[in-house]
């Protein structure tokens, strides 16, 4: 006898209604509970979608070969939603048009051999298959994308929220003079944004002159020694950088030339990546929930291949202080 949703509901001890929401919408269920539910599903072999979906129970997922390595915790949410929902992944990591990669994926797409479509990041060549699978009635859903499309569903983090988390966490700390190390990542200039306008809403400005861009050719550790330490008396009190992996290259720039952080300097990334929280010193960040986006791209995913319509979910990041500013 199939297991149902009853028996779910039993042996993870909540409601019927928590497991449905579990996997229809997964960010109003706490995380504890939601893996709880997960594991119980996976243990009895419960399919939530079971009968509903297409012939077809592959799913084709889609990633740029620039992925950095926190991305592969994305790819590790949705393969645990596909093997909530009883789908296989194909995982295809593209360069462009002329890689080989893009080629079997266009293939797939149109000659419909996938039930759906799930894309990692976003830029022009992904966009192509995306277009040609609404084009094929494929249903697509779209992780961390730049912009939204119409008829194609979306899972992005707030990224405002990410960089008012941080102007408010400098404000409190009463740092007034900061600088910015961002880069040319346009899925990350949200954050840069409101970062600056919540500050100035304090009457906090950030002059021009504190304001550094990588270029994408830079080593952060060059730029750092013929950009900043150049100034070295004229630094600002904090330096907030766009990501982790900028903020781990200053700090390790500044921990060479024996400026000493926070004492001399604080700093400040985003995303939480593993390294961290265990730089020397624990990195000030904002956890980025990239498991939870991921699962949340293949739970949507396996709705709209019922019928279901497109959604655009939003999550949250999360604050975690630690000892760099």
Same mark, same amino acid.
């Given at each position: 006898m199939k297991p149902t949703i009853k028996d779910v509901a039993r042996l993870s001890q909540v409601a019927i209604s928590t497991v449905s929401l579990a996997f229809n919408q997964p960010e109003r269920v706490a995380d504890l509970t939601k893996k709880r539910i997960y594991a119980v599903a996976q243990e009895l072999g419960y399919t939530p979608f079971a009968g509903k979906s297409k012939q077809h129970s592959n799913v084709l997922v889609i990633g740029m070969r620039s992925f950095s390595t926190f991305h592969l915790r994305i790819?590790?949410?949705?393969?645990?939603?596909?093997?909530?929902?009883?789908?296989?992944?194909?995982?295809?990591?593209?360069?462009?048009?002329?890689?080989?990669?893009?080629?079997?994926?266009?293939?797939?797409?149109? +000659?419909?051999?996938?039930?759906?479509?799930?894309?990692i990041l976003d830029c022009a060549t992904i966009r192509s298959l995306v277009n040609l699978a609404v084009t094929n009635n494929i249903p697509v859903v779209m992780c961390a994308p730049i912009n939204t499309q119409e008829n194609v569903g979306s899972v992005i983090t707030d990224n405002h929220a990410c960089g008012k988390l941080l102007?408010? =966490?400098?404000?409190?700390?009463?740092?007034?003079? *900061?600088?910015?190390?961002?880069?040319? &990542?346009?899925?990350?200039?949200?954050?840069?944004?409101?970062?600056?306008?919540?500050?100035?809403?304090?009457?906090?400005?950030?002059?021009?002159?504190?304001?550094?861009? =990588?270029? +994408?050719?830079?080593?952060?550790?060059?730029?750092?020694?013929?950009?900043?330490?150049s100034q070295k008396q004229n630094l600002p009190k904090a330096l907030f950088c766009i990501n982790d992996e900028i903020a781990l290259g200053v700090l390790q720039t500044f921990t060479k030339h024996g400026i000493s952080v926070p004492?001399?300097?604080?700093?400040?990334?985003?995303?939480? *990546?593993?390294?961290?929280?265990?730089? +020397?010193?624990? =990195?000030?960040?904002?956890? *980025?929930?990239?498991?939870? &986006?991921g699962l949340q791209t293949a739970l949507l995913l396996s709705r709209m291949m019922t019928g279901m319509p497109a959604e655009h979910l939003v999550l949250t990041g999360k604050l975690i202080e630690r000892d760099s500013l």
């Open positions: 790819v590790q949410g949705i393969q645990q939603a596909n093997d909530l929902c009883n789908l296989e992944m194909i995982f295809q990591m593209i360069t462009d048009e002329t890689d080989a990669g893009y080629t079997y994926a266009y293939s797939l797409l149109e +000659n419909k051999q996938v039930a759906g479509l799930i894309t102007a408010d =966490l400098y404000i409190r700390k009463g740092v007034r003079s *900061i600088g910015i190390i961002t880069d040319q &990542n346009p899925s990350c200039i949200n954050r840069l944004i409101t970062f600056r306008e919540t500050l100035l809403s304090r009457q906090i400005v950030i002059p021009e002159r504190a304001v550094w861009q =990588l270029t +994408n050719s830079s080593s952060v550790c060059t730029y750092v020694e013929q950009h900043l330490l004492t001399d300097i604080g700093l400040t990334g985003c995303d939480d *990546i593993p390294a961290a929280h265990i730089a +020397n010193p624990p =990195l000030t960040t904002i956890s *980025i929930p990239f498991y939870e &986006n």
